[in-house]
């Protein structure tokens, strides 16, 4: 399974950006799918994630202002980012969950500075 995730960028504080994450590859029955992030000297922490007929589960630091939706015809995740802060900068990674096992896309830079 591959992952590429794209859609990082620039964007001043309040402003909004789409993160999108496409799956190709050896795809049979993916569990789960979501987003973490990592910001310089800090440890990753969940983003958002779904799992196969379950709801989405977002971290507390983006809850209202962060969508995650899934296309399962197209095996892509996306994530809405609006109302962006300085501290959500963050290189942000997608994973999937397949058959127990985690593939991780190559991550995508999310800088808020004004």
């Known amino acids: 399974v591959q992952l590429q995730a794209s859609g990082g960028g620039v964007v001043q504080p309040g402003g909004s950006l789409r993160l999108s994450c496409a799956a190709s590859g050896s795809i049979f029955s993916i569990n789960a799918m979501g987003w973490y992030r990592q910001a310089p000297g800090k440890e990753r922490e969940l983003v958002a994630d779904i799992q196969s007929g379950s709801r989405t589960n977002y971290g507390d630091s983006v809850k209202g202002r962060f969508t995650m939706s899934r296309d399962n015809a197209k095996n892509t995740v996306y994530l809405e980012m609006n109302s962006l802060k300085p501290e959500d900068t963050a290189v942000y990674y997608c994973?999937?969950?397949?058959?127990?096992?985690?593939?991780w896309g190559q991550g995508t830079q999310v800088t808020v500075s004004s």
């Open positions: 994973y999937v969950i397949q058959l127990l096992r985690v593939y």
